[in-house]
């Protein structure tokens, strides 16, 4: 692979390729060695029970708890955690590539229990090695339209202001109860975090995503401009009324433009603009919030410290934080074959654009 990249950048763009690709070998030398240090870190690093933990750097597994969940905006799952993102196939330059358009991720502070005890988990900063539960591509062609996608996707594009004129591709993870995890962060004192009903938005960071997500995590609200809009609180319900004897109707009973309507007005969007770009008729909602008296939900709160002496969480002298679905074993794997990949890998691909560049300069 590497030789024909070599091939095809002698006959294409002179020496521009070879000189990136020798910058992209420098690039993947030393991003090995950083993941080299992580798995040491994981290696040198014992694995504690959280009855036994003690304040400092530790390594925790168990199961995600917690008394309160949110819905995932795509694929409605309860979770703790949730990154929703889409991209667009997009014009750059003289090529088209995928852009990334939309960027969720709100958390609820969360539970890890392993039998011996339960620990609050504090997901702000943590970088992510999480299951991908959602991952689709639309687009508008002959045989599909925009039309076939569904409600909570276009809800989801539209909140972001999203034309699906072009292809769109679109992922979803999310930490759901009862997923195992394993933890490598700092328990520390809780200095004042209490788990409530209200989701947190998450911080902007760098992310990368494949099956694993990396990094910060970003959230633009519910109108993709910065996040100065308010999340909805799973603290109350919302009652949205289009009129003193208007009924909720029926999913089998609702065409394809009320099924649209009916979601933009339980995602609480009252602008007409973003009404018209969704093809339907601003009809002028009303959304009115009560105070959600569920009784399962106090019940289950009720089997928790809602203010724990310890939060596991990103330390601020030791900012190592990482949250992942796979055990310890396969974490260590991974970052095996990866860092091992990166620091041979680099140097060759970087030594054999310097060979094309010395060739296309006359040097050799």
Not at 51 to 62: H, I, P, Q, Y
Not at 346 to 360: D, H, N, Q, R, S
Request: glycine share 8%.
């Amino acid at each position: 692979m590497i030789l024909a990249f070599i091939l095809y950048s002698r006959n294409v763009d002179g020496w521009v390729w070879p000189a990136i690709g020798a910058c992209a070998g420098v690039y993947l030398f030393y991003w090995g060695f950083r993941i080299l240090r992580r798995k040491r870190l994981i290696q040198n690093t014992p694995t504690s029970k959280i009855r036994s933990a003690a304040m400092g750097l530790v390594e925790v597994n168990g199961l995600a708890v917690g008394p309160y969940v949110m819905n995932a905006p795509i694929t409605g799952l309860p979770c703790y955690y949730h990154r929703s993102m889409a991209w667009q196939w997009k014009q750059s330059g003289k090529n088209k590539s995928w852009q990334k358009v939309a960027d969720e991720c709100r958390y609820l502070p969360f539970y890890l229990d392993d039998n011996t005890g339960r620990l609050l988990i504090n997901p702000q900063g943590a970088e992510m090695d999480i299951h991908r539960d959602f991952h689709e591509e639309y687009s508008t062609s002959l045989f599909s339209s925009s039309a076939d996608m569904p409600v909570n996707v276009s809800t989801f594009l539209m909140r972001h202001g999203v034309s699906t004129d072009e292809k769109i591709k679109v992922e979803e993870y999310c930490i759901k109860p009862k997923n195992a995890l394993f933890i490598l962060g700092t328990l520390s004192e809780n200095l004042g975090l209490k788990v409530s009903p209200d989701p947190v938005v998450a911080e902007h960071g760098d992310v990368l995503t494949a099956s694993v997500t990396w990094g910060k995590k970003t959230l633009s609200a519910f109108a993709g401009n910065g996040g100065t809009d308010m999340v909805p609180s799973l603290g109350t319900q919302e009652i949205i009324r289009l009129s003193p004897a208007t009924k909720p109707a029926k999913s089998i009973d609702m065409s394809q433009q009320a099924k649209i309507s009916d979601a933009l007005m339980k995602a609480g969007i009252t602008n007409p603009a973003a009404w018209a770009a969704a093809g339907v008729e601003y009809s002028g909602v009303a959304l009115d919030t009560e105070p959600n008296s569920d009784p399962a939900a106090a019940m289950a709160s009720e089997n928790f410290d809602l203010n724990p002496k310890a939060v596991l969480m990103k330390g601020a002298n030791d900012p190592a934080f990482f949250i992942s679905w796979q055990s310890q074993r396969d974490v260590l794997k991974t970052l095996s074959w990866k860092s091992t990949l990166m620091i041979w890998g680099g140097p060759v691909l970087t030594l054999l654009c310097f060979y094309v560049l010395a060739a296309e300069f006359g040097w050799l």
